[in-house]
């Protein structure tokens, strides 16, 4: 019974499920300050603004304070140094983007990429909310995109949660001849919820990524910090022939046999070109992009991307 249990969870995931990612997510960050060994060290950290800084009190100025602290003009007319201080900014608000659509539904290994992206985006949305920031998102699902706005309260959490466990659930092989929201459309969107100082993250496979969305992409990095988690498949990199793929525009859907070595190599083409185009934007615009498969549980793979254990283990 609990071996059929975990095999459910890897196939659909659940609010419960979701929700015990919580406590054990603690240590994950999105915040500049990274471990040694996290995937944002170094030139991505540097990327992510992070919280700004409010100006707190001016006082006497104490030994041991940072000197670059000093305000000359206050010390000069008072004739005794004086300090600034600064209070990290709290509050921050966040919009996790989580695609639920039916690209997503597949997976070769152990999980579906539908779940790993729920589960990472849960662990993300746990880590905002602790951290004091307000939580939105935005969940693409197959007819319709879940749109929350960011607040700091659980409730905030709990809605979030409830979305992606909806979407996710919703996902079928029967499913089909169902109108789904584009990536593009879901990118516009979030263009217009988040205007500046935001942190955005995606969890997608990023399936109909085309030339409109670089803009979009560029659009949300310039005023945000934007965070990529691209979901793949090892078939991304080498599809095995003579699968049945369901592939969809957002409006229709056609059936692809890759027994054709003709359909295989196109197909096996355009899932290499949309990963390439990533990683190009990717390094174009700064912006940080993290690698998750469907080989391992997300909490797993978030803990070794993030620095908290080590590959090897």
């Keep these: ?139 693409l699902a197959p007819g319709r995109i879940a749109e929350h706005r960011p607040e700091r309260r659980p409730r905030a959490l709990d809605r979030l949660l409830n979305s992606i466990t909806s979407a996710n659930q919703m996902l079928s092989a029967d499913l089909h001849n169902t109108a789904e929201p584009s990536l593009n459309t879901v990118l516009k969107q979030a263009t217009h919820v988040a205007k500046t ?38 078939s991304a990199q080498a599809l095995p022939p003579g699968l049945r793929l369901s592939i969809s525009d957002g409006t229709s859907q056609a059936e692809l046999d890759t027994s054709d070595p003709q359909v295989h190599a196109r197909v096996q083409t355009a899932l290499r070109d949309r990963l390439e185009t990533l990683r190009h934007w990717s390094r174009r615009y700064g912006i940080p992009m993290v690698e998750l498969g469907t080989d391992r549980a997300a909490l797993a793979q978030m803990q070794v991307l993030f620095g908290l254990r080590g590959a090897g283990r």
């Design 197 to 234: 100082n935001f942190v955005v993250t995606v969890f997608s496979d990023f399936a109909g990524l085309d030339d409109t969305s670089e803009p979009l992409l560029r659009r949300l990095a310039q005023s945000n910090d934007l965070i990529l988690f691209n979901v793949s498949d090892r």
């Design 1 to 139: 019974m609990e071996a059929q249990e975990t095999q459910n969870l890897r196939v659909h995931t659940t609010t419960d499920q979701l929700r015990r990612l919580g406590p054990l997510s603690r240590g994950i960050s999105l915040l500049p300050r990274q471990p040694a060994r996290s995937i944002l060290n170094g030139r991505h950290a540097s990327r992510l603004r992070g919280r700004g800084l409010n100006f707190e009190e001016l006082r006497d100025y104490l030994p041991g304070d940072d000197i670059r602290t000093i305000d000359w003009k206050v010390t000069a007319r008072t004739g005794s140094p004086h300090v600034r201080v600064y209070t990290e900014e709290r509050d921050r608000p966040a919009l996790v983007i989580v695609d639920q659509r039916m690209t997503m539904f597949f997976g070769s290994v152990e999980y579906m990429k539908s779940v790993v992206a729920a589960e990472a985006a849960a662990i993300v949305a746990h880590r905002i909310l602790a951290q004091g920031d307000r939580l939105g998102g935005l969940v």
